[in-house]
């Protein structure tokens, strides 16, 4: 540099280009600022101490013998209420599983005397596989607002074993403990998430060391720190928000037991049971239960999540099928769903009592099957184009995709996330209210299926109208009465006159919309107590009942004629019913003629109309009178 140096004079003066004294200038200016922040920040290390506070090590004499590696100092403040804690924190994995802290402290110095390092700088997305195995972590914390409370929170609730180990400022080790293998209710903070307190009262940097067990799942681990009143203001969003989520599912399940239970019907039953293990396992998985429930129970803790989760694959794909089972009939996927649900409740079975290694692996891939299951009877089931897959395709289809990221998870292939956090609790609200609306839709088109079944003794298929043996009896009524009273009673015979040409057209569907909605505005524009049959695929027969005047009935036929060209967006574009309308006051002396029966009366009607030339028809015509 000193030599660097001599050089500038010669580059500044007059003999050298006007660039190169540019440049020399602009390298002076950078010498001269970085010599004056290199003093400014000389005298401040003189003032303040050896080293910047940031990265300060402890003063405490408990911590002079720890390693000499600076890990970065986590600093409390009032401007972070909320701290990221996994960067800041080293981890070492002991294979053993039985080295106590004091040799773990003993084997970290030996490896900085010996120019190694036994800790390894942690990152967000690090994921553990420590079974058999136990995970270390240690990180710096000082405490700049002594009033102030700090929680460390692991935003994770299904974890094994977690210590927090710690000297205070006398030198005596403290240690706090949660996880699974003791109950909630042991734990010093009885937390859906296990959470630690951390030292008060010291404005001393002080290293923490968290030993971490978990058997089988890999860990990953969210360790958040708040200062209390961001903790308590964290935790009421928390509560309202799964409060708003068990309110949901214990609405769901009430609507489903009660129409399992009104209904009969085991679609409905098998959504019962799906949703309670749905919504347990959501409670569970939350840390819910083992907190209100089996805050007691260890063992509970510990098991009922992968049970519960083992019994809604199970019966997932079995209930999606039973509800799209009248438009999705595949043997092979039933036999596979069979298969499945089979091998799902062992795996229930095995993790309630005797969790390993190879049923965690059975469990996962059960899983995953049970979404592909799901997905694969939905696509099936699409192809018919039905309202009611859709449906179901919303409710389901989101909850067997929120099963991948946890699986991913269990597997060691993603760490912990929001996605894996909360995929399943944000699908579930979603898909709770469309399933029930989807077995409500299915039931609906079953009873309205069966009750048209039922019907088809007293009622035509395709209108839904009276068949013409009943609608004989209610003119046969009218008959009598109109005998005994001595009045007239009125008849009508209906034609739809372009039926055949809508089955030219448009195809035979069309033409039976056409004789659905003319049976609909037919009926809108009658009474209650007027009779109304289809006679064939084309003629309708109306009775208007009680005494009936010559202006009453063709006023009635006139708006039965103008019905027909009011606009609807079922017919194509620019088609419209055209109706041939036959009306008489009876009896008459001509039909006396024929009989007195009803049949007789409107066969009389019915030849009548057929009698006049199609040129002559107009669209009302009146007979008799």
Same mark, same amino acid.
């Given at each position: ?7 500038? !004079?010669?580059?500044?003066?007059? /003999? ?52 000499? /590696? ?59 596989? @420590?079974?058999?195995?136990?995970? =270390?972590? /240690?990180? #710096? ?8 409370? =700090?929680? &460390?929170?692991?935003?994770? !609730? ?43 009262? %010291? ?8 030993? $971490? ?18 903790? @308590? ?38 959504? %019962? ?9 959501? +409670? ?13 129970? *260890? ?17 997932? !794909?079995?209930?999606?099928?039973? @509800? $799209? ?79 991948? *990221? ?61 068949? +013409? ?42 033409? #039976? ?53 009011? !606009? ?9 019913? /055209? ?22 009366? &409107? ?23």
């Amino acid at each position: 540099m000193l030599s660097a140096l001599r050089f500038l !004079p010669r580059l500044i003066s007059q /003999r050298s280009s006007p660039r190169m004294r540019h440049a020399a200038w602009h390298v002076l200016a950078c010498l001269s600022f970085c010599v004056a922040w290199g003093a400014s920040a000389q005298a401040q290390a003189h003032a303040q101490g050896p080293l910047p506070q940031a990265v300060s090590s402890t003063a405490s004499s408990a911590l002079s013998a720890l390693s000499q /590696r600076q890990l970065p100092t986590v600093v409390l403040s009032e401007q972070t209420p909320r701290v990221d804690l996994l960067p800041l924190t080293e981890y070492w994995i002991d294979e053993n599983k039985n080295t106590s802290l004091i040799e773990l402290q003993a084997r970290a110095n030996a490896g900085v005397d010996a120019g190694t390092e036994l800790f390894k700088p942690s990152l967000g997305t690090d994921t553990h596989r @420590i079974h058999d195995k136990v995970l =270390w972590l /240690r990180f #710096d914390i000082k405490n700049t607002q002594l009033r102030q409370r =700090w929680l &460390l929170e692991h935003s994770f !609730p299904i974890i094994d074993d977690l210590q927090l180990y710690w000297q205070d400022s006398s030198g005596r080790w403290m240690v706090l403990k949660a996880g699974d293998k003791i109950g909630r209710a042991q734990w010093p903070m009885p937390t859906r998430l296990p959470t630690f307190a951390l030292q008060e009262g %010291s404005s001393d940097v002080v290293r923490y060391y968290l030993r $971490v067990e978990n058997a089988r799942v890999p860990v990953s681990l969210p360790l958040v720190i708040y200062s209390e009143a961001a903790y @308590i203001k964290s935790e009421r969003n928390g509560d309202i928000l799964f409060g708003a989520l068990a309110g949901l599912i214990a609405l769901m399940l009430v609507a489903s037991f009660a129409m399992a239970y009104k209904r009969r019907e085991q679609a409905f039953i098998a959504c %019962s049971a799906y949703l309670l293990c749905l919504g347990l396992f959501n +409670l569970a998985y939350a840390g819910l239960l083992q907190l209100y429930v089996w805050d007691e129970s *260890p063992l509970a803790s510990n098991r009922m999540s992968f049970v519960l989760a083992a019994l809604t694959a199970a019966l997932g !794909p079995y209930l999606v099928r039973m @509800i $799209v089972q009248p438009v999705a009939r595949v043997r092979a996927l039933n036999v596979l769903i069979a298969a499945q649900a089979v091998l799902m409740f062992f795996c229930a079975a095995v993790e309630a009592f005797y969790p390993t290694v190879f049923s965690y692996i059975i469990f996962n891939l059960g899983v995953l099957t049970s979404v592909v299951l799901v997905c694969s009877v939905i696509a099936a089931a699409w192809q018919r184009g039905e309202a009611i897959t859709r449906w179901v395709t919303v409710s389901f289809v989101p909850v067997a995709l929120s099963a991948l *990221p946890v699986v991913l998870r269990n597997f060691g292939v993603i760490p912990n996330s929001f996605l894996t956090l909360s995929a399943v609790h944000i699908a579930t609200a979603i898909a709770l209210p469309m399933l029930i609306y989807a077995l409500l839709a299915r039931s609906h088109l079953r009873r309205e299926s069966m009750a048209r079944a039922a019907g088809l003794p007293t009622k035509d298929a395709l209108t839904g109208l009276p068949n +013409l043996s009943k609608f004989l009896e209610q003119m046969q009524g009218s008959i009598l009465r109109a005998e005994r009273f001595k009045h007239a009673y009125g008849l009508i015979v209906v034609e739809l006159s372009n039926h055949a040409w809508f089955v030219k057209e448009h195809g035979r569907e069309m033409a #039976d919309r056409a004789l659905i909605i003319t049976s609909t505005r037919l009926q809108q524009q009658l009474r209650d107590v007027d009779g109304i049959c289809r006679l064939d695929e084309t003629n309708f027969a109306i009775l208007v009942e009680g005494a009936c005047q010559a202006g009453q009935l063709t006023k009635l036929a006139a708006s039965l004629s103008a019905s027909a060209h009011a !606009p609807t967006e079922i017919l194509p574009v620019g088609a419209s019913l /055209r109706l041939s309308i036959c009306c008489a006051l009876m009896p008459t002396a001509e039909s006396l003629l024929s009989g007195e029966d009803a049949s007789d009366q &409107l066969g009389w009607l019915i030849t009548a109309a057929e009698t006049i030339p199609h040129e002559q028809r107009k669209m009302v015509r009146s007979i008799g009178f």
